[in-house]
T-cell receptor, first 112, second 116 residues
Framework: DAKTTQPNSMESNEEEPVHLPCNHSTISGTDYIHWYRQLPSQGPEYVIH???SNVNNRMASLAIAEDRKSSTLILHRATLRDAAVYYCILSRTNFGNEKLTFGTGTRLTIIP | EPEVTQTPSHQVTQMGQEVILRCVPISNHLYFYWYRQILGQKVEFLVS????????KSEIFDDQFSVERPDGSNFTLKIRSTKLEDSAMYFC??????????????FGSGTRLTVV
């Protein structure tokens, strides 16, 4: 499995944008980049995913480098509820029937 | 928003006992999964299930584990003879089988299993 590298932890002030980086230098041409997050005492929650182009949804934006060796999850205006562990995961598909391999993720702390 | 529902939220069992963890996936989803997370550790894949059979399983999912979709709505994980090291949070997940879906995998809130 292609691996991802994320910082162990990050801090951000409330109501400011947050940029969470992920390196995936061994990504293959067909790997999708998925982001999930896990709030305290909850199950993982889907955030966003993409293949080559930048993606936006109601939760976040995903900026993918042109060479696809890195990506950045952007939370446009952090709230206290965004404090969670964020996982960057590569997957061969963008739909069902493939396991997700979770790493240790980035623990995001939001400072009020 | 549709949810994956897991019951019970917390189960305490004695070592050697059988437990069944229950999940109700989202109704139009066709792929189902179990993951577990030992306290302080990574989320680990256990098994995936599609079309009434196991698609893939991890090394953790040995003969003590089994899964079943008994009635078209529930998806269960059975551990036949629990060990202390089975203590963990168990998450059920489901996903659609539609290319290009934008919803990813939906996880439940988990069942905390404590083996004593």
């Amino acid at each position: 499995d292609a691996k991802t590298t994320q910082p162990n932890s990050m801090e951000s002030n409330e109501e400011e944008p947050v940029h969470l980086p992920c390196n995936h230098s061994t990504i293959s041409g067909t790997d999708y980049i998925h982001w999930y997050r896990q709030l305290p005492s909850q199950g993982p929650e889907y955030v966003i995913h993409g293949l080559t182009s930048n993606v936006n949804n109601r939760m976040a934006s995903l900026a993918i480098a042109e060479d696809r060796k890195s990506s950045t999850l952007i939370l446009h205006r952090a709230t206290l509820r965004d404090a969670a562990v964020y996982y960057c995961i590569l997957s061969r598909t963008n739909f069902g029937n493939e396991k997700l391999t979770f790493g240790t993720g980035t623990r995001l702390t939001i400072i009020p | 928003e549709p949810e994956v529902t897991q019951t019970p939220s917390h189960q305490v069992t004695q070592m050697g006992q059988e437990v069944i963890l229950r999940c109700v996936p989202i109704s139009n989803h066709l792929y189902f999964y179990w993951y577990r997370q030992i306290l302080g550790q990574k989320v680990e894949f256990l098994v995936s299930f599609y079309n009434n059979e196991i698609s893939e399983k991890s090394e953790i999912f040995d003969d003590q584990f089994s899964v079943e979709r008994p009635d078209g709505s529930n998806f269960t994980l059975k551990i036949r003879s629990t060990k202390l090291e089975d203590s963990a949070m168990y998450f059920c997940a489901s996903s659609e089988a539609v290319t290009g879906n934008n919803y990813g995998y939906t996880f439940g809130s988990g069942t905390r299993l404590t083996v004593v």
